[in-house]
């Protein structure tokens, strides 16, 4: 509470899921969703549409980052990162 009353926007998530026999990290469908939870006085929502984990990073660096510089290292991040941004099962 005293971090909203300072008024930043607080986002819990992880960096990946985890499957039934407990294996964590890669692109398979059970490791690659993981909890994102939002809490905002100023109002904040983002779009959660479609979201997946790749999205996070760009997600929470468009609310930090004018658009322009937003664009570009949204485009680096993604690439160096070296996963798809097409996961058909994050849906």
């Known amino acids: ?13 992880s960096d990946h899921g985890m499957d039934k026999y407990n ?13 994102l939870y939002v809490l905002s006085k100023k109002g904040w929502k983002p779009n959660l549409e479609n979201m997946n984990h790749t ?8 609310r ?6 937003f664009e ?4 680096r ?3 160096d990162s070296g996963y798809r941004n097409d996961f058909s099962c994050m849906n």
């Not at 009353?5 to 819990?12: H, Q, R």
């Open 72 to 75: 570009s290292y949204c485009d």
């Open 1 to 13: 509470p005293r971090w909203m009353d300072m008024g930043y926007d607080i986002i819990i998530t």
């Open 55 to 62: 999205k996070v990073a760009p997600m929470i660096i468009n």
């Open 23 to 35: 294996n964590h990290g890669g692109v398979k469908c059970e490791v690659m969703q993981s909890p």
């Open 77 to 79: 991040l993604i690439k």
């Open 64 to 69: 930090i980052l004018p658009s322009s510089d």
